[in-house]
Structures are given as structure tokens and as C-alpha cells.
């Protein structure tokens, strides 16, 4: 099994729908949670930033972190043909030391103009 | 520009024949890590380094070498390669990746050996 699940998609919908992704993880000691953005033939591109549980907003984008159900979302409101992309999660834990994350396998995500 | 940049962006090469994908970052970040991206399996971290002559391996570190001379560079070499080490190559940097500074990728390095 996976530390990290997150579904491939492909997700298509209609410009101005909200969107709502999502990664599960099993590895209880991830405590900094991210979500990453990569467009086709890009690097990823740090998005979203969480650490711990709770919600985090940044103008379209909410973050949200459950870690009692090992669950973290991303949603995207008022969604545009620019936040076409995939979505990759990732995650790390607080030991100090690698500074490696642990990304989902990302969704694929397309919105209808 | 702050960027990371790699090179090259596509490489195909045949099966033992050494090769090196450069890395350079110009925004003086301490630390560097390397990962590759294959279909079904996301992002997998190869090496990192937390600075200068300080490397360790990753999850997937086989077949693979890197070094950090100087902070701006960290190459990874690939002293004989093989097919299944086929991918989508990414260098990444950071100071603190964990305290929401995050990555910066580069725009990888597309690898095909024959």
C-alpha cells in the first residue's frame, strides 16, 4: 500500500464549478502537508501550504487538513481553463534532517471553457 | 529570475553509456534533492543534499550518483544506465521545503534509454 493515495482522475468540469481533490495518507507522523500544481512539460509549483490540521485560504484555494481521518482536500472555486493541470499532494514529516516529501500520483484536471 | 534550471530537456541515450543531467539553482538554497516521475507512482526522491559535501540517498537512489562541490550545482550521474531507469528527471531546491517555503522545480529532463 501506498503512504500516499490521491485518485488520477482524469476530472473534467464546466468553467465556474467548484472543485474539490483529494489525498488519503497511513503514515501518522506527516505533519506539513502541500498541494502542488504542474502543468504539461513543468516542474510542480509549490500552491498550497498547511502544517498540522485546519483550514488555510488563499483566494480561490482552500486547504484542508483532517488528521484524525488521515484526509486532505484541495478546492478550487469559481474554477477557470487556467487551473487546467495536475494536482499533486505531498507530504512530510517533522523529523529534522531529509527534507523529503512524499507526493500523491496526482490528478489530472480539466476545466470546460 | 529565480529559477532552477536543468539540462538537458530531453536526452535519449543507449543502455551503459554514462551520462550526467546538470542542476543549478541561483537563489543560494542549501538544500537540493533529486527526483524522478513515472506514471502510477508520482514523484520519488532519488538523492538530496542538505549542503555543501553533505548528500544522502533518497527512496530510489540504484544506479544513481549526484555531488555538491558548490551550492548552486548538484548533477546526477548515471555511471551506467539502463532501460528502467527511463523517466522524468526533476532537481529541486529549498530552504526549509517544510516551513511552506516548498520546492522549486526545475522543468525537467525527459531521459529514454535504449
Known amino acids: 500500500q501506498k503512504e500516499v493515495e490521491q485518485d488520477p482522475g482524469p476530472l473534467s468540469v464546466p468553467e465556474g464549478a467548484i472543485v474539490s481533490l483529494n489525498c488519503t495518507y497511513s503514515?501518522?507522523?506527516?505533519?506539513?502537508f502541500m498541494w502542488y500544481r504542474q502543468y504539461s512539460r513543468k516542474g510542480p509549483e509549490l500552491l498550497m501550504y498547511?502544517?498540522?490540521?485546519g483550514n488555510k485560504e488563499d483566494g480561490r484555494f482552500t486547504a484542508q487538513v483532517d488528521k484524525s481521518s488521515k484526509y486532505i482536500s484541495l478546492f478550487i472555486r469559481d474554477s477557470q481553463p487556467s487551473d487546467s493541470a495536475t494536482y499533486l499532494c505531498?507530504?512530510?514529516?517533522?523529523?529534522?534532517?531529509?527534507?523529503?516529501?512524499?507526493f500523491g500520483t496526482g490528478t489530472r484536471l480539466t476545466i470546460i471553457p | 529570475e529565480a529559477q532552477v534550471t536543468q539540462n538537458p530537456r530531453y536526452l535519449i541515450t543507449v543502455t551503459g553509456k554514462k551520462l550526467t543531467v546538470t542542476c543549478s539553482q541561483n537563489?543560494?538554497?542549501?538544500?537540493m534533492s533529486w527526483y524522478r516521475q513515472d506514471p502510477g507512482l508520482g514523484l520519488r526522491q532519488i538523492y538530496y543534499?542538505?549542503?555543501?559535501?553533505?548528500?544522502d540517498k533518497g527512496d530510489v537512489p540504484e544506479g544513481y550518483k549526484v555531488s555538491r562541490k558548490e551550492k548552486r550545482n548538484f548533477p546526477l550521474i548515471l555511471e551506467s544506465p539502463s532501460p528502467n531507469q527511463t523517466s522524468l528527471y526533476f532537481c529541486?531546491?529549498?530552504?526549509?521545503?517544510?516551513?511552506?517555503?516548498?520546492?522549486?522545480f526545475g522543468s525537467g529532463t525527459r531521459l529514454t534509454v535504449v
Open positions: 529541486a531546491s529549498s530552504t526549509q521545503p517544510r516551513q511552506g517555503n516548498g520546492y522549486t
Open positions: 503514515n501518522s507522523a506527516f505533519q506539513y
Open positions: 498547511t502544517y498540522s490540521s
Open positions: 505531498a507530504m512530510s514529516e517533522s523529523n529534522f534532517g531529509n527534507e523529503k516529501l512524499t
Open positions: 537563489m543560494n538554497h542549501e538544500y
Open positions: 543534499s542538505m549542503n555543501v559535501e553533505v548528500t
